[in-house]
C-alpha cells in the first residue's frame, strides 16, 4: 500500500534527523549533513504526493462527513508546514556539511522539532487510515 511506503520513507528521514540531532556538537558527520540537505526536501515531497494521491482519496471514499474533510485538510496542510520546515532544515543541514559555524542548542532544537511533527503526523495518519478503510 502506498500509505506504508510513504510512511517507511518518513520513518527513514526522521531517523537521519535523530541521529544528526544526537551527534550535536561534536561529532556531526559532514557527509551525512550533505547527503540528507540534498534528499530531505525531494523526498518528503514524493513521500507526502504519494500519499495525496493515492491515501488521501481512497480515505475520501471510505468516509463521508465533515469530521473526515476536516481531518484530509488537517493533513494537507500539515503536509505544507512540514515541507516548509524542512527547507529550513536543509539549510541549516547544508551549513553543518560545510562545518559551518552554528548554534548547536538552535539546531537541535530545530532538528527536533522537525521529526517530532513528522511523527506525531504519521501517527494520526495511520489511525485516521485504520479508522476509514477498514
Keep these: ?16 534527523l535523530e541521529d544528526v540531532a544526537d551527534s550535536l556538537p561534536a561529532n556531526v558527520n559532514r557527509s551525512d549533513c550533505r547527503r540528507l540537505a540534498d534528499d530531505l526536501v525531494p523526498a ?8 495525496e ?4 482519496p481512497a480515505i475520501r471514499r471510505a ?4 469530521n473526515a474533510a476536516e481531518a484530509l485538510d488537517r493533513l494537507a496542510y500539515e503536509h505544507f508546514e512540514d ?6 532544515v536543509t539549510d ?5 556539511s560545510i562545518g559551518d559555524t552554528v548554534n548547536t542548542e538552535a539546531v537541535g532544537y530545530m532538528l527536533r522539532g522537525l521529526f517530532g ?15 476509514r478503510l477498514r
Design 1 to 16: 500500500m502506498a500509505l506504508s511506503s510513504a510512511h517507511a520513507s518518513i520513518r527513514r528521514l526522521c531517523e537521519a
Design 44 to 51: 518528503l515531497k514524493a513521500a507526502q504526493e504519494a500519499e
Design 53 to 56: 494521491m493515492q491515501v488521501f
Design 63 to 66: 468516509a463521508s462527513g465533515r
Design 83 to 88: 515541507l516548509c520546515f524542512a527547507e529550513e
Design 92 to 96: 541549516v543541514l547544508r551549513r553543518l
Design 117 to 131: 511533527a513528522l511523527r506525531r503526523h504519521l501517527s494520526f495518519e495511520q489511525e485516521l487510515a485504520a479508522s
